[in-house]
């Protein structure tokens, strides 16, 4: 099993910058992809980035360019930079890890975007 930990969200100004980090315990080094997923109020949860264990990445189109999701395997961590923020940015952002075919998701953090 994976535990997941989300932290680093918050309230920012439209064209301000955060950094989501994901603290990951247990099984980290059986996972072979982690992202960032995120839901805002009445609607579905989409994913925003993500990244396998070889450092591939893919990005939905609304956040490329802007975002950038990294991982530190020596910190069991993966992290999203932000930047450029927009109001429609605003959702609580969602960790999640596949370890096999099981997926794993963090509590979540609260993203807003506005002024």
């Known amino acids: 099993q994976v535990q997941l930990v989300e932290s680093g969200g918050g309230l920012v100004q439209p064209g301000g910058s955060l950094r989501l980090s994901c603290a990951a315990s247990g099984s980290f080094a059986r996972v072979w992809l982690m992202a960032w997923y995120r839901q805002a109020p009445g609607k579905q949860r989409d994913l925003v980035a993500s990244?396998?264990?070889?450092?591939?990445?893919n990005y939905a189109d609304s956040v490329k360019g802007r975002f950038t999701i990294s991982r530190d395997n020596a910190k069991n961590t993966v992290y999203l930079q932000m930047n450029s923020l927009k109001p429609e940015d605003t959702a609580v952002y969602y960790c999640n890890a596949m370890l096999g075919i099981s997926g794993y998701w963090g509590q979540g953090t609260q993203v807003t975007v506005s002024s």
């Open positions: 990244i396998t264990s070889g450092a591939s990445t």
